[in-house]
């Protein structure tokens, strides 16, 4: 199980960095060439996200190293970081793509003239991306819900959001070449608000997962019915959770019979742990403490 999450978050990040790659030098070209404003502002976009996927393949590695003494629940909260990481390089690219815009907008509604539309070809690129992006976002959602990959899931999100960057570019690319030659950049600026929604989203969740967030109320249901029914426990007094990347802990408090022995409470703890085990996906270690249950 592991090692298939392990190929499928790095199979995620290498299409991710080779289609990125691409994508960047052809639409920063092509944007240049075909006078296209909204085309370079979504190849920045693309730039950055080759340097998001290489630090996401960076991190991830880091992530799969086993616990040690320092780390002795392992190295995966380095996926919520990594996360983290793509969210700010998104926000940060979001705030320079919308400045640049909206000087070029300025410009072209302070200056007289007759001005050129984009390139035909400007806006088969846009297209296109639209098209590869719809694609690579499907691939990446899957394996990263399928994973439970932070780090692969912000990648999924914004390559999702890749998809209405360059719908923005490809409508004002097309409007720009009608005579609207300011709306071409403005898609660049829509482009950026679109981008800094994104990287929000990425932050939040991310910081989530490193404060030790975890599903409340469905958790400790969950918890509670699979404890409560072994037959030894009497109460469920308190559960705690924290995170570890995707994976976590928790720690059960019971209440048992108070004439029971050490060895028949330890008994119930070992049984009490090895069903939340075996129920509950994706947790690492259970800590149970028991003590005589109070009376009610």
Not at 42 to 68: E, K, W
Not at 177 to 197: E, K, Q, T
Request: glycine residues 8%; hydrophobic residues 50%; proline residues 3%.
């Amino acid at each position: 199980m592991s090692q298939q999450r392990e190929r499928a978050g790095i199979f995620a990040v290498n299409l991710g960095l080779v289609t990125n790659i691409i994508l960047a030098m052809l639409k920063i070209t092509v944007g240049i060439v075909g006078r296209s404003s909204a085309l370079v502002a979504d190849g920045i976009n693309s730039t950055s996200d080759v340097a998001y996927c290489i630090i996401v393949s960076i991190f991830m590695r880091l992530a799969a190293h086993p616990a040690d003494e320092e780390h002795p629940y392992g190295h995966r909260q380095m996926e919520s970081i990594a996360a983290m990481v793509v969210g700010a390089f998104v926000l940060t690219t979001a705030i320079a793509i919308f400045w640049d815009a909206a000087n070029t907008v300025y410009t072209l509604w302070t200056t007289p003239g007759n001005r050129e539309g984009a390139s035909i070809w400007a806006l088969v690129v846009a297209l296109g991306t639209v098209a590869i992006k719809i694609i690579l976002t499907r691939v990446t959602l899957q394996l990263g819900q399928k994973s439970h990959n932070p780090a692969v899931l912000a990648l999924a999100y914004d390559h999702r959001n890749d998809i209405f960057a360059a719908s923005a570019a490809s409508l004002g690319i097309f409007l720009g070449r009608l005579g609207y030659d300011w709306v071409d950049p403005l898609a660049g600026a829509v482009v950026a608000v679109v981008i800094l929604r994104t990287g929000i989203e990425i932050v939040r969740e991310s910081s989530e997962d490193l404060m030790d967030t975890v599903p409340g109320e469905v958790l400790k249901r969950e918890v509670t019915d699979i404890v409560g029914s072994v037959a030894e426990v009497m109460q469920v007094e308190e559960i705690l959770a924290h995170r570890f990347g995707p994976y976590f802990v928790i720690n059960v408090t019971i209440g048992i019979d108070g004439a029971l022995t050490v060895t028949e409470g330890d008994r119930i703890a070992t049984r009490v742990e090895g069903r939340l085990c075996e129920q509950i996906e994706l947790l690492q270690r259970v800590h149970v403490h028991y003590h005589p249950a109070h009376a009610s």
